[in-house]
């Protein structure tokens, strides 16, 4: 099986989506290895869900995950394995790693994300140095860590068309930073294989794009299980020339928000839920989980108060927002001591490799949870009920099964959601022939 036994924070009894995934296991297996043969697994994903309990659905997809010092260190060896695997493709003579993090010398917890990283990778067999893209780095620069791990962070220099840290020629560079802010002449028309590809960066990629992909994996594993697309896939739509600050493409941002609201109360009605429905107006492009608002009335988009329009008009690295996505809301119904939680799905290639719980005591079951205040716990390791590994159906690690289903649905998307956006954005990864160093 590619997903691991857990234990996770639901006590309740399984539910009928998540009955009808567990009895279509081998069918869903053998669709989900036709499409690794057809498409090409980006290196790593992790996939953001919510459980509302008569729907599980993604609602965000993150290709350069930064969160692995929050999973379980019982999830370590299947992290190395799937490592393994991933590289075995690129660099089968494992020659060497340059790990590209983003931008951070205080964030301490992204750090603790690099090294957990780090240790996978040379527990992998890889060896691996750190090259940051920093600017003022000009010398090897060593940072400790609370937990007393070291990182040494160096400068990324370039000799011809391959990029290196002093003598160290990598045969993989693999970025943990998504290029927000475009992507660096250093990193451009190199001879090593990049993972992701540049154009899996935020300077490129677009969530209403993904969402597409998604779209069109979700209706067909929905006629493999004969269900219901809308159960685990989110209604959206995108809005473009959008100025929060300017009060530009409201009438835009508003129509889409009415609409999504009146197909989502059909379908609430259609199954007899009695839940509030909502939406989430968020950055087309961009992670932190800024940018992003609840929204429960098309009203509400018009009444923004000027706090809330420079909120959503900038998000990292500065960049001004002017297109937007416009997602059905997905409540949770998890919580983890009495605090909202949702399930965060981490993969290494193909395969599930461990996940935490994203929890945050001051939100509610219809909000953004990714925001400043939240916590992580990870999810544990469970024996498998007995007497077999399918277990009872109301046996907790069964219904992590479905949470990693939906997460490779999603990273199938993201496989055909980069091969669709390459040829786009080839040109803008062409350097502008400057000839060596970060």
Not at 94 to 103: D, K, M, S, T, Y
Not at 267 to 289: H, L, M, S
């Amino acid at each position: 099986m590619n997903v691991p036994h857990l234990v996770t924070a639901l006590k309740g009894p399984l539910l009928d989506l998540e009955r009808r995934v567990l009895a279509a296991q081998p069918a869903i297996e053998h669709w989900l290895r036709t499409q690794w043969l057809e498409h090409s697994v980006p290196f790593y994903c992790s996939v953001d869900l919510r459980n509302a309990g008569f729907k599980l659905a993604p609602v965000d997809t993150n290709l350069f995950p930064g969160g692995f010092n929050n999973l379980s260190t019982e999830f370590t060896p299947l992290a190395v394995q799937a490592a393994m695997a991933a590289m075995d493709k690129v660099c089968p003579d494992a020659r060497g790693i340059l790990l590209v993090p983003e931008n951070h010398t205080r964030n301490v917890f992204y750090l603790q994300n690099v090294a957990a990283l780090t240790g996978i990778l040379r527990q992998a067999g890889m060896s691996v140095r750190i090259g940051t893209l920093l600017p003022d780095i000009q010398a090897p620069t060593e940072l400790t860590l609370p937990n007393g791990a070291k990182l040494v962070l160096e400068p990324i220099g370039r000799k011809g068309n391959r990029v290196l840290v002093d003598d160290f020629d990598p045969c993989v560079v693999l970025l943990n930073n998504d290029l927000s802010a475009g992507v660096p002449p250093v990193l451009r028309e190199v001879e090593q294989a990049v993972l992701p590809p540049l154009h899996a960066g935020w300077h490129a990629r677009r969530k209403s794009k993904h969402f597409a992909a998604y779209d069109r994996v979700a209706k067909e594993f929905a006629e493999l299980l004969g269900i219901d697309p809308w159960l685990f896939n989110p209604y959206f739509e995108s809005c473009g020339r959008i100025d929060f600050r300017g009060r530009q493409g409201e009438e835009c941002l508003e129509g889409y928000v009415d609409e999504i609201l009146t197909d989502v109360r059909a379908k609430y009605r259609e199954y007899g839920i009695e839940e509030q429905p909502f939406v989430i107006v968020k950055a087309d492009a961009g992670t932190y989980g800024m940018g992003i608002m609840s929204v429960k009335d098309p009203s509400e988009v018009k009444d923004l108060n000027r706090r809330q329009r420079n909120k959503m008009a900038v998000v990292k690295e500065g960049l001004e927002v002017h297109e937007v996505l416009v997602q059905e809301g997905v409540h949770t119904f998890e919580t983890v001591n009495d605090a909202v939680a949702e399930p965060v799905v981490y993969m290494i290639d193909r395969f599930v490799v461990g996940g935490f719980y994203r929890v945050h005591t001051e939100r509610g079951k219809d909000e953004n949870l990714n925001a400043p205040g939240m916590q992580f716990v990870p999810l544990a390791f469970a024996s498998p009920c007995l007497p077999d590994l399918a277990g009872k159906p109301d046996c907790p690690p069964n219904r992590f099964y479905a949470y990693g289903v939906v997460a490779r649905l999603a990273l199938v998307a993201a496989a055909i959601e980069l091969e669709e956006t390459e040829p786009r954005f080839a040109h803008a990864e062409r350097p502008l022939h400057a000839a060596g160093g970060a």
